[in-house]
């Protein structure tokens, strides 16, 4: 690829929502928010190494007229600077795009979750939520992108070689947007498309549960960039395995490389990581700290932990289950723990999370109850969203259980041993994406395997003090050494290498 | 390998069941009658060929008595002279072998079936199931086969060379012995071991709901032969890959081999079929005739057939839900057409099989009250084994449906063509073995998308005349020149081949 090198190139992100949430308060007056999940903090974090504009789908009515103004807001919040461009879908497209096909759709297929002899079902409805939702949207996006990319740094249209985008680098994220790539790489040829997708990459027996032309155009989306980027090598190479099976494309496994149309797509895997001061930071704040000493105040001679958005790929009922089995296999432990189960209430328009959350809320009642005395309740769990109390838990926790079906990264499991300070043990499952760099000094569980979880939480809590602690500053380290910014780092380093046609 | 040509060798085939079944009769006197099932079809094809003896699981108290006598009994049924060894295991253990861990675990597994967010658990009754159960039978076979190999011509045992095993070739069959294969290698290293897996192989991510000793243990005792053997080109890049991705180990997927201790593993595909003349003549039995004669009476314009054994992988209430969206779209059908459902009962003391058959009973009678008239039921819905009629309805269907999610092969999709006198239609799936030799010639559906099968049923009673006579004629012609002889002559083929020391 010729053109201008990374110093030089202005960035535009595009992803879902945005870094900050506009309302209206009451009184009608707009008011200004951070915007929820780790894909605001990491990108913020890219953001801060080069300056750019976001673009993001509307979700308020606040939004919604800024998206009418047809260019983006200049926005400060909490020490950081966004420029902020919003693309306003119908709710109609939108629902379709978000409710029916990036959720539950494409989130069951990569997680693996479908269960194949019920569901899915593509009907109409289907057929139609991709048409007139998915793709919609995802032109929508397409059609903010380049206008973005067209204007100059002054925020102006420009004529000529510039706006093909030549001096322009476009970072799309994630499951929402896999169709925007090709046209943005058609209304601007210079531009350098690079899409990082957050969640598993399943193999491709999985992905024929689509039909043929809505899976080929996720494909042919995502290979209109010139970078595809995991968070593991294990979804890399399902990736590019499924281009060879399902498009008979050429790959190179050990190159990371597609070749597609005239082109190379590099597809690399970068682990996303947290950012150890600021998460100190946090912790350290008023609020957390009387959090932490209301919990300290209560702690028995053990704290088990798990702290997780309330989804089927958390896999939260089996570890309940195992937790009863490891009563059952150790009833010595009686009394002496709490399980805290700080879970974040999540889609719950969603049939099969509001009756997931159901079954969690009905087998911890059951748990209590066989195994409950007059004096002790083994789970407490707390279904809510109240980030102080989970940093006071990762500070106290003996034992971290993390045990998803499947997981892209999975940021608690390198939040916890940041902060913890009882040389706590981290229970990692083998397929939450944190295990290829974090599973050698984690006791590994099969998500699936019940008796291996019970065993793993009695290994944990009578593991000798030295081996505690030599895993637990494993740990520390492997997360210290590859924190956020050296993940901004090595996608730069690989696009940098790229412009320079390296390979 | 050295050592005996093909040729020369002696046959000791195993499979879980026999190819005759041994019952009492109410007085008490033993009887014989065919086993059930296709592999006994292609077995006995086999046998007919290379005569040797067949060793299966004792399933009536009847084969027990057989069993104890600890050697091969000979009998002569329909014209075939078999020589079968029985072995018997205990109730338990067969029941964990059969019941627990072959069906339902490793058969969802293979057909993609698991509800992740909710099933498996692996819990100590699973581990118990594969250590004393399933451990235990493959033991019990490996013995049994390793006493016919030691055993000379006469039945009586030897001792020397040709004790090793030297003169022998052990095929094994199919998901329930997959560990037999170690153990008769290490007793007998002169024999040649080949195992064909009669259904679908999925890919290294599924694999990895066993924990790792089982799923472990699988592909070693898999790895224990000379050829593994598969219907399709696709299970067979599956079952490399999952060699390099879960025991890491050296394969050529372009050679089809697997690097194994010291040996070289050939994976191979033949895709298993029917013989057409044995067809032929069952079709044409009194009782096939008969059966006919009843049919064509009361046919409408168009017959619509599925013929399925009631299992969730064969994706029954998606075909009845496409039927419902076809009559919603194309009243102009109705009381046009029947649609003859011949499902044959199926694991009927399992929880899911009869949950399964309940929701397809309830879903048949909503789409007979939402479509039907006072003269016309859309479905005629028979749960029954019932050959004859079978046969009849081959002859007559002018549309025949295979939409499972998952299949070895299906020899529906062979038979149907062979015996149709309509130029009958084949919808098939995508997912079925057989659509690597027949998707060309059939109308290829994705077995989630209701929409696309409801449009295939019209596409296919709207086909022009001319149409459906080349599909029907080439769908004939790829069945017949594919009969099972030559899937039993590809496989000796490679077994001389690989004898002589070839690649």
Redesign the interface.
């Given at each position: 690829m010729e053109g201008v090198e990374l110093a030089q190139r202005r960035l535009v992100v595009a992803a879902n929502r945005g870094p900050v949430s506009f309302h209206d308060d009451p009184s009608g007056e707009p008011v200004v928010t951070r915007g929820p999940g780790g894909l605001v903090t990491v990108l913020t974090e890219v953001l801060r190494h080069h300056p750019g504009t976001w673009v993001a789908a509307a979700l308020s009515d606040a939004e919604r007229r800024l998206a009418a103004e047809k260019r983006a807001v200049e926005v400060a919040l909490d020490g950081e600077e966004y420029r902020v461009r919003y693309v306003a879908p119908s709710a109609d497209a939108y629902h379709k795009y978000y409710n029916v096909v990036s959720n539950p759709m494409l989130w069951f297929i990569q997680h693996?979750?479908?269960?194949?002899?019920?569901h899915?079902?593509?009907?109409?409805e289907e057929?139609d939520a991709w048409h007139n939702g998915y793709l919609v949207v995802n032109e929508q996006f397409a059609r903010a992108v380049i206008d973005e990319v067209r204007r100059g740094p002054d925020g102006r249209r420009r004529r000529g070689p510039a706006g093909d985008g030549g001096d322009a680098l476009v970072l799309l994220h994630d499951y929402q947007l896999y169709c925007v790539a090709p046209a943005v790489r058609a209304a601007c040829p210079g531009a350098f498309l690079h899409q990082f997708i957050h969640i598993p990459w399943?193999?491709?027996?999985?992905w024929?549960?689509?039909?043929?032309h809505i899976r080929e155009a996720v494909f042919h989306g995502l290979l209109g960039n010139d970078v595809v980027a995991f968070h593991t090598r294990h979804y890399v190479r399902?990736f590019l395995?499924c281009c060879a099976d399902l498009l008979d494309l050429e790959v190179d496994e050990a190159r990371g490389v597609v070749r597609y149309e005239d082109r190379e797509v590099w597809v690399r895997a970068y682990p996303v990581s947290i950012d150890p001061a600021s998460l100190r930071d946090a912790a350290g704040s008023r609020r957390a700290r009387t959090a932490e000493r209301k919990l300290r105040g209560r702690r028995r001679e053990f704290l088990l932990l798990r702290v997780d958005r309330l989804d089927?790929?958390k896999n939260i009922?089996?570890g309940f289950?195992a937790l009863d089995?490891f009563l059952e296999l150790h009833p010595e432990f009686k009394e002496r723990f709490t399980f805290l189960a700080l879970l974040q209430p999540s889609r719950e328009d969603v049939e099969e999370y509001v009756t997931?959350r159901e079954r969690v809320e009905r087998l911890v009642a059951d748990v209590n109850t066989r195994h409950g005395t007059t004096d002790w309740m083994p789970i407490e769990l707390r279904i809510q969203d109240d980030f102080p109390t989970t940093l006071a838990a990762y500070a106290q926790y003996d034992v971290l259980l993390v045990n998803a079906?499947a997981d892209g990264m999975n940021l608690v499991a390198k939040e916890g041993p940041i902060l913890n300070r009882h040389d706590g043990v981290l229970i990692l499952s083998?397929?939450a994406g944190a295990f290829e760099e974090l599973g050698a000094f984690a006791l590994g569980v099969?998500p699936?395997?019940?008796?291996?979880q019970a065993e793993a939480i009695h290994r944990a809590l009578v593991m000798p003090p030295e081996e505690r602690a030599s895993r637990a500053a494993m740990l520390r380290r492997v997360v210290e050494e590859n924190s956020v910014e050296k993940w901004v780092q090595a996608q730069f380093a690989d696009i940098a290498a790229k412009l320079a046609g390296g390979a």
């Open positions: 693996y979750l479908w269960d194949l002899g019920r899915p079902d593509i009907r109409a057929m399943p193999q491709s027996d999985y024929r549960v689509l039909p043929e399902n395995r089927l790929s009922i089996r289950v089995r997931y079906i083998e397929y099969n699936f395997n019940i008796e291996g």
